[in-house]
């Protein structure tokens, strides 16, 4: 996530101090949105290493690939359209068997936010679209308010939205069909969730919960993150930001179970989870912005920094 208006990556200072890039270092962004961090990470492996640069969204990539271009003759500087599920074959397809370092940055980027037609945002009004991946037609809101039942819809704003007002808001959308632009189905969920004067829109939630439907931000993650883990050089670092509870439920159960913690429930009576020891935590709580930061950026408040190093192989 980054500022409104500029591209100030969030918790720059806690990201570098954690993930300690140097020269000659082999590292992924795997969510490089604008090159915000990438272009502070990037710099700091000058000179010799080499920068890889992934996101699904095609528009961001260019515009990170602009922002880093000063640095690509210092260091090797790699762009990939690709979702960060297929980060072993990107790393496969290059010869590159283990990382120094990997960043994810989750959720939706400034861009996403505030370009109006991409249809994230109830403050303009846009077609309901929402999808991160552009190049390629795909579910957008707009088919999940107007065709899914209302049953389905009250389950994903209750269970991604964490809505409390789920059912009421679920009934209000299939009365009012079609639905086609932002601020059309945002007055709705606020005339059905019946919240005034909270600190979030009421409609913050719903439009969450339809968004990570659209980009199936929670499916795989937590294997994702693991994977990420394996990708990594003995003393290889992991930093991954999280901007809801459910994402940061995930990596933490990639978390703990990569660092030896089982993460069966109770009632199973041998594990089953698969749990070893590849890395230790950096962070055994998660970090958070400080308030200077989240005054200057209040995108930044809901951030929480998570960050750990693989173990070395005699350990
Ligand atoms: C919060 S922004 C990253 C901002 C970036 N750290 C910066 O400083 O400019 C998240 C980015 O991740 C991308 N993204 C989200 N899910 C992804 C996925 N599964 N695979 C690849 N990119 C993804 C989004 O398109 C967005 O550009």
């Known amino acids: 996530m980054m500022t409104m208006n500029s591209h100030t990556p ?25 090159g915000g961090h990438a272009v502070e990470i990037a710099s700091r492996l000058i000179p010799g290493g080499w920068l ?29 359209h690709a979702d960060f599920r297929e980060l072993p074959q990107v790393l496969r397809a290059r010869g590159l068997e283990g990382l120094d370092g990997v960043l994810f940055d989750l959720g939706v980027s400034s861009m996403q936010l505030d370009n109006a ?10 077609p309901l679209d929402m999808r991160m991946d552009t190049s390629q037609p795909g579910l957008t809101a707009a088919d999940i308010v107007n065709r899914w039942s209302e ?31 932002t601020q059309q189905l ?34 795989g993650l937590q294997e994702a993150i693991e994977q990420a883990i394996r990708c990594l050089k003995p003393g290889g670092r992991i930093v991954v930001l999280t901007y809801h509870s459910l994402e940061a439920r995930a990596v933490k159960r990639a978390f703990q179970k990569l660092s030896g913690r089982c993460i069966c429930p109770p009632y199973v009576p041998t594990c089953e989870c698969g749990a070893e020891r590849l890395i230790y935590l950096l962070t055994p709580h998660a ?3 400080d308030a200077e930061e989240i005054a200057r950026n209040p995108r930044s408040r809901s951030a929480q920094c998570r960050a750990a190093e693989r173990v070395e192989e005699t350990e």
Do not use: C, W
Not at 117 to 126: H, I, K, Q, W
Not at 193 to 216: D, E, K, M, S, Y
């Open 52 to 80: 890889i640069g992934m996101d699904k969204d095609p528009k961001a990539l260019d515009l990170a690939a602009r922002r880093l271009a000063h640095l690509s003759g210092a260091i090797r500087v790699t762009m990939v």
């Open 287 to 289: 970090l958070k912005p």
């Open 151 to 181: 049953a389905d819809l009250r389950r994903v704003i209750a269970e991604y939205g964490e809505e409390p007002a789920a059912a009421r808001i679920a009934h209000a959308i299939v009365q009012n069909r079609p639905i086609l632009t």
């Open 117 to 126: 037609e991409r249809g994230f945002s109830f403050r303009f009004d846009a």
């Open 186 to 219: 945002a007055g709705i969920v606020a005339r059905a969730a019946g919240r005034r004067g909270g600190r979030i829109h009421p409609a913050t939630r719903t439009f969450q919960a339809l968004r990570i439907v659209v980009n199936r931000e929670l499916e």
């Open 10 to 34: 969030v918790m720059v200072r806690e990201v570098l101090q954690l993930l300690r890039p140097q020269a000659g270092e082999v590292f992924v962004d795997a969510t490089v949105g604008l």
